[in-house]
């Protein structure tokens, strides 16, 4: 049997964490077997298992990709740029959050009360928003108002602390709620965000 290419073994690897993601969002994390994400994937066991070797390894890979991919969305931000909460909340769902991502994301949150390394990747990441968000609100600050560097500080983290429960709630309303209309929740947050005064 001739042996597969790194192509195709990158090919065959992102093909299965579709189809997990895909049985994650339908099924749940729970009521998901391996079984059922081979069938869905349309390969063998050995080749499943020669990717990954549990569940619990597809759902700690699954969530590592959906933060990194909004990791990456700041990634080339230049300093001293400034965005208001709203525009930072509407930048974090941009391309990402319809109803499949909600359910998959929320599972993670609350299946890291369980699994201390997927709490770490929950931590991490939260860690990282903080690091990177509160520079770019501190900019906002300044140019929203006449503020002490003291009071710019402040600002910017009770808008951080408003951003990031906006997502959060943004987040479970999508996933426990099927009737939400996508386009006009991050239209209305956005609008609540840009409306506060955290001055």
Known sequence: ??????ATKRARR???LVAAFQCFAEKGFASTSMADIIEAAGISAGAMYSHFESKSELVRT???????SRRELFHSEEDGEALAPGELLKRF??????????RVLLQ???TSLQDPELEGLVQEFLGWAQELFIPLLETW????????EEQVG????????????AVHGCVVRLALDSSVDREHLI?????NLNSMRFA
């Open 187 to 191: 239209t209305m947050m956005v609008y």
């Open 154 to 165: 402040d600002a910017a983290e009770r808008a951080l602390f408003a951003t990031l429960t």
């Open 141 to 148: 600050a300044r140019q929203s108002a006449d503020l002490t």
């Open 108 to 110: 993670v949150w609350s």
């Open 62 to 68: 699954i969530a590592q990709d959906l933060l990194e």
């Open 93 to 102: 769902l941009a391309d990402f959050m319809d109803r499949e991502h909600a």
């Open 1 to 6: 049997m001739p042996r597969l290419t790194e």
């Open 14 to 16: 992102e093909n299965i």
